[in-house]
């Protein structure tokens, strides 16, 4: 077995860090912190050999992930100074993957000289029972495999400073004081998830969701309604899991799981590794943007303190319920990384753990107060653009806990009412705009809740980590090796804050905006020309769309034609007294309704139907077509596109606008002896009838559906504007609108525009 250069037996205990040299395991290679420690090892540490225990995902090996880290921005300035090919090949001679996971490890190599065990979950509130398999099972495997490997590394447990859970003072470098048993809390947590999955089962959970699904999807059809269920369900069994979780933490005096669950882990790291062999326990506080390498600003996504900084440069936050003169306790990734593999250099004997806060707080203070003025300052200067609200940046008073609190209820409550209201009033450009108003205050208001409830604790803690030992080791980093050190007093926060991290975390959200079209408004659906295809559709609903009608319109345009105005105003009489029924029927289901009121047909002969439809029914209709409706049409149809009209109702009501389209698909009625019957014979094409006979369509005609177009007016389309390409949301009802809206679909406005008999007639 090869020690590190300067450590191990007989190695001065004062003396300087050494280079490492050796096998080393990395865990957790592919986060932030993992991403940075192999470079720093690959760039400074050229005795080493790296595995990494890396869990392949669908279609890419733990070795193809290994492969594209080389690719970061982490590593570029290394990749600069010595060529891409020399990184390249220096990569595959020294970086090895282990294909494996934290809740599967597999056999380890039995020559292992040192184990930096950095892998846990990155949430705060996971869900109770993935909390504990990432951090404390996941320890607990690590350990037990390297037990069963026969190597006796070094091994340095990368933990958190916020184990100390709710307490005040100055928590120590020093193994946890807490009866917590960690074996225990396991197999309870594990078996928290059955008991839950149990409960969201019952008939009486079912039941109520059922309802909400169908208030809120009926229209979409009975599978929609399902999968609103089950996916209400599994999102009450996740916040149940995580409620579960936050309680237990706090119940035994911890923040969070994620506190709770790191501090399990050391105790288990003590338990299984410590007693017997050489641990050191790393406690970084808050981690953030590098200080200084690879290079300024690097970060891989945002941290911790980040959504928080991005809220307040949106406008987001208007309060806080910081307190003020408390400690944000942030260092650079830069500095853990340098602390972490001067710990490995410098093992402690067997049996005898050395703990190390890798922290500011105690030596070099940021206060709240100071952090949220920095930050203000830089977002004055510097607004985020194209952001409703980033203009105005907010002013805190950290007004205390209570009222911030009874604000976010307050705000959660006007956002609930106004999206109701929002859903009852009819659709318009003014109705959208406030539905995209009020959409994206919802979401403030959400990322405001979260915030608060998972920061709160953090940025309101009064606890002090003790750094003596931290502080010790750097001290022993060789002068010429100035990049290594982690001496946290050297940190000038305006200067980092204003210089180095908030231009990295602010040019890191713009990124992540453009890639995920964040903000950013749809085209129109006419922006562009057509692509000339003939192997796509564009298909259209009728009534809503195409033609500013219903089938209630439609059959009191068929009387009137048929009887004059004095039939259509008793018809429209008797409609009314049948209201409710029919109301009740259409928020139930579309196609209830329309079977419900088609059978207003019965007795009908159908010669009279038609006639009435030459004759009076199609002036009416087209006088209700909108214009812009048949210029898409002609454009689809001018490009090669096969047009296709579809309508619930009967097809003699549409055959008014039959010319205009390649194909009419509609409904027809029983006939007895010339006379209608009034049922339908076939089920309507509605909802995700229509998504099913369309994915049928396209199947047997050759027709690509990515490539697609569909047009529609109602939430009840929703399915099949769903399963095509490049959907339109026409004259949207409120829900339609609310779903376009979020699904970034385009939504235009086709009035009706009195089109003229001889209108149909041209190409």
Not at 239 to 244: G, H, I, S, T
Not at 434 to 440: E, F, K, L, N, V
Not at 708 to 734: C, M, R
């Amino acid at each position: 077995m090869t020690i590190p250069r300067g450590a191990g037996t007989g190695a001065p205990s004062d003396g300087p860090v050494e280079r490492l040299s050796g096998h080393i395991l990395l865990t957790g290679g592919t986060g932030f912190v993992g991403q940075a420690v192999l470079e720093r090892l690959l760039v400074s540490h050229p005795d080493t050999r790296i595995s990494l225990l890396v869990r392949g995902k669908p279609g890419q090996s733990a070795d193809d992930r290994v492969r594209k880290l080389l690719a970061k921005p982490v590593f570029r300035p290394w990749r600069e100074a010595v060529g891409r090919d020399e990184a390249a090949r220096i990569f595959g001679e020294r970086v090895t993957a282990i294909e494996g996971s934290l809740d599967a490890v597999p056999a380890l190599p039995g020559d292992l000289d040192i184990v930096l065990h950095s892998a846990s979950t990155v949430s705060f509130d996971p869900p109770i029972d993935e909390a504990f398999s990432t951090n404390v099972g996941g320890a607990a495997g690590i350990y037990g495999a390297l037990l069963a490997s026969g190597a006796d590394p070094h091994v340095v447990h990368v933990s958190t400073c916020y184990v100390g859970g709710v307490r005040k003072g100055v928590l120590p470098e020093a193994s946890l004081d807490h009866d917590a048993d960690w074996r225990v809390e396991s197999t309870a947590a594990a078996a928290a998830r059955q008991r839950v999955e149990l409960r969201s089962r019952e008939p009486s959970v079912l039941k109520g969701l059922m309802a909400h699904a169908r208030a809120q999807h009926g229209k979409e059809g009975p599978r929609a309604v399902a999968k609103a269920v089950e996916d209400a369900r599994i999102d009450l069994v996740k916040r149940r899991l995580v409620a579960a979780g936050r309680v237990r933490a706090q119940s035994l005096g911890w923040t969070d799981v994620y506190t709770l669950t790191k501090a399990l882990a050391e105790r288990a790291a003590e338990e299984l590794w410590g007693a017997d062999h050489r641990l050191s326990v790393v406690r970084p506080s808050v981690i953030e943007s590098a200080l200084q390498h690879p290079y300024p600003g690097w970060i891989d996504g945002f941290k911790v303190a980040d959504p928080l900084i991005i809220a307040f440069g949106r406008g987001q936050l208007p309060d806080f319920p910081g307190v003020p003169d408390s400690v944000l306790d942030i260092v650079p990734v830069d500095f853990v990384v340098n602390a972490m593999l001067a710990a490995a250099a410098t093992p402690p004997p067997a049996a005898e753990p050395r703990y190390l806060h890798v922290a500011s707080g105690a030596s070099n203070p940021l206060p709240f107060h100071a952090m949220y003025g920095h930050v203000h300052d830089y977002f004055t200067a510097n607004p985020i653009p194209d952001t409703p609200g980033a203009e105005r940046v907010p002013t805190w008073q950290f007004p205390g806990d209570r009222r911030v609190e009874r604000a976010i209820r307050r705000a959660e409550v006007v956002v609930g009412a106004a999206n109701t209201a929002l859903d009852r009033l009819p659709s318009s450009k003014r109705t959208r705009e406030w539905q995209r108003t009020m959409g994206r205050r919802e979401r403030d208001v959400g990322n405001l809740r979260r915030i608060s409830d998972l920061y709160r604790a953090y940025v309101g803690t009064e606890l002090i980590f003790d750094d003596t030992n931290a502080l010790a080791l750097h001290a022993r980093i060789p002068a010429d090796r100035p990049t290594e050190g982690f001496d946290v007093t050297r940190i000038d926060w305006l200067d980092y804050m204003q210089r180095v991290h908030m231009p990295a975390v602010t040019q890191l959200m713009r990124v992540f905006s453009r890639s995920s079209g964040r903000d950013r408004t749809p085209p129109p659906a006419a922006a562009k020309a057509l692509e000339q295809r003939t192997d796509v559709l564009a298909v259209f609903d009728l009534e809503g769309t195409v033609v500013e009608s219903n089938i209630v319109q439609q059959r009191l345009w068929v009387l009137r034609a048929q009887g004059g105005q004095a039939a259509a105003v008793a018809e429209a009489g008797s409609i009314i007294t049948r209201l409710p029924a029919y109301l009740a029927a259409e928020r139930r289901d579309r196609g209830e309704f329309l079977r419900s009121f088609l059978r207003r047909y019965s007795g009908m002969p159908a010669a009279r139907l038609e006639s009435a439809v030459r004759g009076g029914y199609t002036d009416v209709l087209l006088e209700h077509t909108s214009v812009d409706a048949l210029q898409r049409v002609r454009e689809h149809r001018a490009a090669g596109h096969r047009t296709v009209l579809v309508t619930g109702s009967i097809g003699v009501l549409a055959e008014p606008l039959a010319s205009l389209f390649d194909e009419v698909v509609a409904g027809t009625m029983h006939e007895e002896d010339g006379v209608l019957t009034g049922y339908l014979g076939a089920p309507p094409l509605v909802d995700e009838a229509r998504g099913a006979w369309l994915a049928r369509y396209a199947e047997r005609g050759g027709f690509d559906l990515t490539g697609s177009y569909a047009y529609g007016d109602s939430v009840a389309d929703l399915p099949w504007l769903s399963i095509v390409g490049i959907p339109t949301a026409v004259n949207p009802d409120a829900r339609l609108a609310r779903a376009a809206l979020k699904r970034r679909w385009p939504i235009v406005d086709w009035p009706r525009g009195g089109v003229a008999r001889g209108d149909l007639l041209e190409p």
